[in-house]
């Protein structure tokens, strides 16, 4: 991969880094505790591909102006002939008599031949490096065409990450992915599930309401209103209301889910985000159903997606 290509390539993902955690989709990913890390990260990107796309203008100029014969100081000039010294005020009257050229010397001595035959052979070998240079540039150019036209085909899906942040998980995952197992049976003691705080209806995440409906053996929701919010999966002739639960990041997502009965919200189409308040059937969440209780709705809302998609 050309260099340039590698210098863009960290100008774009570090500044899509950045602008993901600043603007909050980076919670389509990962946790809320990982963005100042992400954070980091961007910022270092940045400062990289900065710094070499710096260096590179600065060699470049030094190389084109060396090129160029262009230098601080007089005296570093390098002379047309390395091996002959710089200025001819500094050969010995002789010698510089001596090596002195008259054309007319040439053609009484017949020097013409000898110095036309160096011309031609100067042209020759002129003509012979000219083409080796061209089968060398042209080989590379026609070597190196499709490669990197490849490696500049890699900014495009940084490119689009930086203007247009792909979407959270949503029903498809729930679909493909087996639903989330809740807590063990270890975990089904009194301590595990206290009482559910007073109220008419009481709010609780889905992957505490998917655990009590499992394991718990105190019945803490018997009889209780909750109210969940979630997405719509249409799987199985059947309407749930899910979410997805993640340990780290987007990638070791798992689904919990709710069954949603009566088929009020059989008409709302998939990812469609719900807040649902019910009571959840005792003994319907089991392992032969992925640990997927019925809900009872009794109120069914319409909301938007939240910022943050997933539960912890």
Known sequence: MRRETQNVLLILLGGALVKIALNGDYLRYVKPAQQPWIIAGGAVMLILGAAAIVRDVLTARAVAKAGHGVYDDPADE????????????????????????????????????????????????GQDVHAHGDAHGNGDAHGHHHSARSAWLLIVPVLAVFLVAPPALGADSVTRTEARLPA??????????????????????????????????????????????????????????????ISCCAADAAPVTVHLTGGEADRYPSDTWLRVAGQIVPGTAREANSYTPDLVPSTIERISAPKDPYEY
């Open 78 to 125: 390098i002379p047309a002939n390395p091996g002959q010294p710089a200025f001819s005020d500094d050969l010995p009257a002789d010698h510089a008599a001596e090596h002195s050229h008259d054309p007319g010397d040439a053609r009484r001595h017949g020097d013409t031949r000898n110095h036309d035959a160096a011309h031609s052979h100067g042209d020759a070998y």
């Open 184 to 245: 063990s049976a270890a975990t089904t003691s009194a301590a595990a599930f206290p009482p559910l705080p007073a109220g008419a209806v009481v709010p609780m995440a889905m992957n505490e309401v998917v655990s009590r409906a499992g394991w718990d053996a105190n019945g803490t929701m018997n009889g209780r209103t909750v109210e969940i919010s979630g997405f719509v999966v249409h799987t199985g002739g059947q309407t749930l209301l899910a979410r997805l639960v």
